[in-house]
Every structure is written in C-alpha cells, then in structure tokens.
Nanobody, 131 residues
Framework: EVQLAESGGGLVQAGGSLTLSCEAS????????VGWFRQAPGKEREGVAC????????TYAESVKGRFAIFTNNPKNTVLLRMNNLKMEDTAVYFC????????????????????????WGKGTLVTVSS
C-alpha cells in the first residue's frame, strides 16, 4: 500500500528557512514522479516542485525558483523540500504527492492533467510565514 506522510511544517519568520520531509512507503521514491503542492486559505491548490519518475529532472513554480529545492533521501525513502528565503505568501498547507508516471507542477493543480491518474497524496503539513 502506497502511503505518504509529511512532516516539518511550522511557524517561521520571513526570510527564514524550513525543510519539509515526506516519508514514503509502498514504493521507491526514485522510481516514481514525486512532488510538492500547496494550498493557501481561500486559494486553489498549486504545484510547487516536482521531480520526474526514474530520478528525472526537477521543475519548479516560478514563484519559488531559486528559493526552493526538491530532493530525495534514498536510504530513508523520503522526499524533501528545502525552502529558503521564505515569504509571507508561501504560507499554505503543503502536500506531498507521488505518481508512477508523471506529476505536473506548473500552475494550478488540475485533477485531469496534473498526474497520470494513479496519484497518491499525504495529508499535508502547515507552513506559516510571519512578518
């Protein structure tokens, strides 16, 4: 059974850093497309950072390019999101996702196109950036 469990969210001041972790079970993170999405209050879910299947290339939302980095920790089978220079607009619930074929992090999440149809999600972790 595929399961994803996020951790690492919390309260951080603007300009600070945080690393989110997504512990995966039931599959190997390097084999699947994995990524992070977020949803702020009153807004739609949007892609943040994704990495292609079979350890493919990473893609990022324009708003986080140069500040966020997605990478995997093979021994622990986890997907990490390193977030630097956080801004108040980064405040959101962050969700870890996985799909055996693809994840599309460009723009707003679309259930018909953002993944192949065999997608898995964690329950999310809240990140709050204060001024």
């Amino acid at each position: 059974e595929v399961q994803l469990a996020e951790s690492g969210g919390g309260l951080v001041q603007a300009g600070g850093s945080l690393t989110l972790s997504c512990e995966a079970s039931g599959f190997t993170v390097d084999d699947y497309a994995v990524g992070w999405f977020r949803q702020a209050p009153g807004k739609e879910r949007e892609g943040v950072a994704c990495r292609g299947s079979n350890n493919g290339p990473a893609t990022y939302a324009e708003s986080v390019k140069g500040r966020f980095a997605i990478f995997t920790n093979n021994p622990k089978n986890t997907v990490l999101l390193r977030m630097n220079n956080l801004k108040m607009e980064d405040t959101a619930v962050y969700f870890c996702a996985a799909d055996p074929i693809l994840l599309d992090c460009s723009g707003t999440y679309d259930p018909t196109t953002s993944h192949s149809g065999t997608d898995y999600w964690g329950k999310g972790t809240l990140v709050t950036v204060s001024s």
